[in-house]
């Protein structure tokens, strides 16, 4: 039995006096062992959070204890320990940065349920599905043939819609991303830009594979705490659809190099991982400024 949950929130709303909420949330989590990141900013709030099932429940009485809170969708995922080694509350300009502060949300693409995309699937629906996570995340898993940009952060969305996604302006584009925080503006963005017919996925990645496992969503699903990644299929070739840096096996696994000059990312098997010290080539296990502790 797990003895810990995983939340996943956000929510655009006006808020008044963000930097107050900063200051008194984290002293709550603190006092309650919450730990993860919560991001909040005049448009709204932005976070994950991991704790014991009764902190949990208790987190979430606090947080829609706030009016402009009192309705938000938390995604829960059961787990064994913390998800998060520390807690950390910011104030931001966007809940997500993406340069999108004058793009409305409200004016976003139509809700998706995880039950009308699947019936796009299976009925042939001629339409166009596109990833508005980074491109780490996509290489680890993806919706069946969705377009996965090569974004390094979510600013470059704009760039890339205007240089390769606008000439499917005029069929119908489905966005994507892990819980639907990027999608609200991804989305919104695309209507902005004149596209005809354009959805969002209601709860995004998350909110699919829990209901339709072993479907249209191949491989992994990166997250951001430290599970590195969340894999709902049992279907062997659903499972994963990454190859492992050095021997090439499939994996829905990464590290960052330890190599604190290169940190790059990599997928990486854990038989491979130990065997080169959590570097991604010989150059970086020479290095002296490698991280102290292997992580991931």
Avoid at 80 to 85: E, I, M, P, T, V
Wanted: aromatic residues 14%; positive net charge; contains cysteine.
């Amino acid at each position: 039995m797990s003895n810990y949950k995983v939340l996943l929130f956000y929510k655009y709303v006006e808020v008044n006096n963000p930097e107050k909420l900063v200051s008194d949330h984290l002293d709550w989590c603190l006092q309650h062992d919450i730990r993860g990141r919560v991001f909040f900013a005049k448009e709204g709030v932005n976070g994950t959070v991991s704790g014991t099932l009764d902190n949990i429940e208790k987190y979430k009485k606090h947080l829609t204890s706030y009016p402009e809170f009192s309705d938000i969708w938390f995604k829960e995922d059961d787990f064994n320990s913390h998800a998060f080694k520390k807690m950390h509350v910011r104030l931001k300009k966007e809940i997500v940065h993406g340069d999108l502060e004058n793009v409305k949300p409200e004016q976003g693409g139509r809700r998706l349920s995880p039950e009308e995309l699947l019936k796009f699937y299976e009925e042939g629906k001629e339409f166009v599905i596109v990833d508005a996570r980074n491109w780490y995340e996509s290489m680890i898993g993806k919706f069946k043939n969705a377009i996965t940009p090569p974004l390094k952060n979510f600013r470059e969305w704009k760039h890339y819609v205007d240089t390769e996604l606008i000439k499917y302006k005029d069929k119908p584009v489905v966005t994507y991303c892990t819980g639907g925080i990027r999608c609200e503006k991804a989305s919104a963005y695309l209507v902005e830009r004149g596209f005809k017919e354009v959805y969002q996925i209601n709860g995004g990645i998350f909110n699919f594979i829990k209901k339709f496992p072993d479907t249209y969503w191949e491989g992994g699903m990166f997250v951001f705490d430290e599970r590195r990644v969340v894999l709902p299929n049992s279907k062997p070739e659903l499972k994963h659809i990454a190859k492992c840096h050095f021997c090439g096996e499939l994996t829905s696994y990464y590290i960052n190099c330890h190599n604190v000059d290169c940190d790059r990312i990599i997928v990486c098997c854990h038989d491979c991982k130990i065997k080169n010290e959590y570097c991604c080539s010989d150059e970086c296990r020479k290095s002296p400024n490698k991280r102290k502790v292997f992580h991931g």
